[in-house]
Each structure stands twice: as structure tokens, then as C-alpha cells.
């Protein structure tokens, strides 16, 4: 079961901790993050029709700047390093 719009509660809590991660370790390689910057890796189910369903939404909080917000039309399982570049390229 899915608590509210966000895709970690219930019992897939521990696979949503392993994307997240992974995601976090793709992001910091491909952005070239300093282990200062904090992230937040989060998936939204949207209903409104308006959005794509399913979002990827990555935070990035580098010291000194601006928060950086990164979105991806998918769940966190199908996010792959070439998404992520995209999505750090400005194409996302």
C-alpha cells in the first residue's frame, strides 16, 4: 500500500531506500557532487491528468547554492545513468 502521493510506505520501503541510493551514487559520478552536497531522491504518483504518473524527483543541495531540482517522467527502478544525464544536461 501507498501512503498519501509518495511511493516509499508500506513494504516496498526497503527497495525504495536501494533505488534511492543507487540514484544518489549515480547523480553524485555524473554531476560531479562533492560529498558536502546532500540529496533527497523521492517518487510521486500524480492522478492529475495534467502529469506524467509516475515521477522521479531528485533534490540537490549543494553548500553555498541554490537547492537544484531534477525531474524524471519515471519510477525510480527505470531511472538509468542516461536519464540522468539528460536531466543534468538541461533535456529533462
Known sequence: MRFGLFGKGG?????????????????????????????????????????PGTETVILVMNPGEKTRAFKLAMAMAEVTPEALREAVSGGA
Open 11 to 51: 513494504p516496498d520501503k526497503a527497495q525504495a531506500a536501494e533505488q534511492s541510493g543507487r540514484i544518489k551514487a549515480l547523480m553524485r559520478e555524473i554531476a560531479g557532487l562533492p560529498e558536502a552536497a546532500a540529496m533527497a531522491v523521492n517518487e510521486i504518483i500524480c492522478a492529475d491528468p495534467a502529469c
